[in-house]
């Protein structure tokens, strides 16, 4: 396997390496590009090989030192998954990673590993909708506790509310998201990581999540801020061209083998054509985030001065008053490309602003090279209810954009067209 990660001593930065790490030419005719490994089930060498992989594989024996783990039926492994994971834990520094079907699948595999009746989940609000579905309605029928924080709320306020809440129970795990989907809120991962950890029950550690799929990989590394476990919808800025459903769960060999193994048992792997679609994204991954990112702050400076807008929510815009610029000082890398803002005239207003859009296409997801408008209150979070939607600052004039890589002009010249119209 071309495992070079340095060159003269000097390490390799993730972006040089995606076009190569942990694949070997060789093993492939000399092709340049990873084939797409379209197979469900691999010839072993011998019986005793067979024998050897199974072992190791359901955990019946460790493996030993230099011995490669060898490829036995594609729900288990495959080798565009295997090179692909390579490539993505390196840009959370991570040990171990494991790909998923959908970001969905990421996200409850790795709960479903972790909690067991009786436990509690705490977990950040606003949630993306089909986690708040799944932790609200689901979870609680399995007998685990939900115990939910508002997002952007400083740690030493919200400390003693929670705790009070948990009541002695067993905090199991922690799902945070930060930034928030759709408001731009923040969450201190370092202070609730501190907690939770705190809480854990006496036999077993509170793992600690952050769905990263916002600023993930490049802008924000949740592992090095108290997390235990990286998830992602790879559908978003890791896929990146709105033509993949995938997602994504990294973290220590020992935090990931319990997900590793149920993924196994619940079949929510990637298929290959996922795996190798997602290795292609991969290689313009840093220049398709670098681009958004710069043109999102054109457009949120537009935004920001615009009569029809209300509010802007946008990390590159937090005012030194506000509690979360600590936050994203330390935690951040830079603000990404994700915009939420208020038009005037509530629901009706955003509606008529999201009808007047020509370039920018009316539709959820985010994170591809085309920008995205939506809305969230009737769309993506439309199972939260209004009471609780106004709580967690969702309003009816509220638009979440995501940033492409278009020309900025290009972009705010359709902005305020349509926002002439709203
Ligand atoms: C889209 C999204 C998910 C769900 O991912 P899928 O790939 O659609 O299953 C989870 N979390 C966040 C923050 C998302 O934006």
Known sequence: ???????????????????????????????????????????????????????????????????????????????????????????DDAESC???????????????????????????????????????????????IPVGFQAGVPMAELAADLTARIAGRPVAAALLETPANPTNALVDIRGVADLVHSLAPADRAAVVMVDNTFLG???????????????????KFIGGHS??????????????????????????????????????????????MTAAMKNARYVADYLAEHPKVEEVHYLGHLSKASPMQETYRRQCVAPGSMISFEVHGGEAGAFRFLNALTMVKLAVSLGGTESLAQHPGSMTHADIP????????????????????????DLIADLAQALGAA
């Open 386 to 409: 209004p009471a609780d939607q106004a709580r967690m600052g969702i309003t009816p004039g509220m638009v979440r954009l995501s940033v492409g890589v278009e020309h900025y002009e």
């Open 1 to 91: 396997m071309s495992k070079a990660r340095s060159i003269g001593g000097k390490p390799l930065r993730p972006e040089s390496l995606m076009m190569s790490y942990g694949y070997d030419p060789r093993l492939s005719e000399g092709a340049v590009k990873c084939p797409i490994f379209q197979t469900s089930t691999f010839a072993f060498e011998s019986a005793e090989a067979g024998k050897a992989f199974f072992e190791v594989a359901y955990g019946l024996r460790e493996q030993r030192s230099g011995e490669e783990m060898g490829l036995i039926y594609s729900r288990l492994n495959n080798p565009d998954l295997e090179i692909l994971e390579g490539r993505l834990a390196l840009w």
């Open 243 to 288: 033509d993949v459903i995938a997602g994504a769960a990294s973290g220590s060999v020992e935090v990931m083998l319990p997900i590793r193994t149920l993924r196994t048992f619940m079949g929510t792997m990637a298929g290959p054509w996922t795996g190798w679609l997602l290795l292609r994204s991969l290689e313009t991954l840093k220049m398709r």
């Open 217 to 235: 990989p490049l802008w924000q590394h949740p592992l090095e801020h108290g997390a235990d476990l990286v998830l992602y919808s790879a559908t």
């Open 98 to 144: 494991a790909v998923f079907e959908s970001g969905m699948a990421a996200i409850t595999t790795s709960l479903l590993a972790y909690l067991t009746p009786g436990d509690v989940l705490v977990h950040s609000e606003p949630l993306y909708g089909g986690c708040d579905h799944f932790v609200k309605h689901f979870l609680p029928r399995m007998g685990i």
